[in-house]
């Protein structure tokens, strides 16, 4: 029984411990710049704040450049915007990262909704998101502002398999979803699913009870596909259509994906669905 115990702890300490060489990657350098971030748009307001921090292929919007987009985006110094990370994660490279969390638009901070940024480190070793979005209006959207409260964290994963393989693996995943209840088969335990206008599903059956309730008929294009060095978190983004009574409707999806010893799986989701037309 001694022995047995023994394999299990040094099992587990396996895989807890690094390689030899290797620093121990934790997600706080994104979540220090997602409150950096949320603090210089306090400061400088939150236009001027989303200049100085994303990358020179950041996107916004409709899949847009960032940087053009925000240069062109009127800056009266509003400081109406509040956000702060509730869950995060990060590659085993350290290299691409995430967080998401509430966001508010009083000084109260009253949660409103959910907002989603992708980061990359840069050469420079700053780190600057790609992409800075999010389901928007949600239910129940989340913990109430506490600074420098502890957050929950996804565990990095236990091995990658290369950039390359990766973008390709991943690819060839999304390209065989023919409705929701497939790629819900792809969900990890953990997973967090998003809808706007709905509640937050964090888990289990509510995660993939949130992604079989997708429309029925919905299709995904790509748009964008990246990838951490090690080939162990990838994040995909693209347009997203179905139809709602008769109309054709049109909406963005973002995911990220984690190399799991059972394979590729789906740590987030997000629907993300613009107000009905009148």
């Known amino acids: 029984m001694r022995n047995v115990f023994l394999i299990g702890a040094l099992a587990l300490l396996a895989a807890c411990v690094s390689a030899p060489g290797r620093p121990v990657v934790t997600a706080a350098p994104v979540i220090a710049a997602e409150r950096a971030f949320a603090a210089r748009g306090a400061e400088i307001g939150w236009v ?103 957050i929950t964290t996804l565990p990095v ?43 937050r599903m964090v888990g289990g059956m509510m995660a993939v009870g949130g992604m079989v309730s997708m429309p029925a008929d919905v299709s995904y294009t790509r748009r964008r596909i990246e990838s951490s060095e090690a080939g162990d978190l990838v994040f995909t983004l693209g347009e997203a259509r179905w139809t709602h009574d008769g109309q054709e409707r049109q909406g963005q999806y973002a995911r990220i994906w984690q190399h799991r010893p059972e394979g590729w799986r789906i740590v987030y989701h997000q629907l993300s669905v613009p107000p009905s037309p009148r």
Request: hydrophobic residues 35%; glycine residues 10%; negative net charge.
């Open 48 to 150: 001027a704040a989303f200049r100085e921090y994303t990358a020179p292929d950041g996107m916004v919007g409709n899949f847009e450049n960032a940087p053009q987009s925000l240069a062109s985006t009127p800056d009266e110094g509003a400081r109406n915007l509040f956000w702060w990370p509730a869950y995060a994660g990060i590659a085993r490279s350290g290299d691409l990262g995430f967080t998401t969390g509430p966001f508010s638009v009083d000084e109260a901070r009253t949660p409103r909704g959910q907002y989603f940024t992708v980061w990359r480190r840069q050469p420079d070793g700053s780190w600057k998101w790609i992409w800075d979005g999010g389901p928007g209006p949600v239910s129940e959207a989340g913990p109430p502002y506490v600074a420098n409260a502890e």
């Open 157 to 199: 994963a236990l091995s990658g398999v290369g950039r390359a393989e990766a973008l390709e693996r991943v690819a060839f995943i999304e390209s065989t979803f023919s409705n929701p209840t497939q790629a819900a088969t792809y969900l990890t335990e953990d997973a967090h699913v998003y809808r706007t206008q709905r509640s």
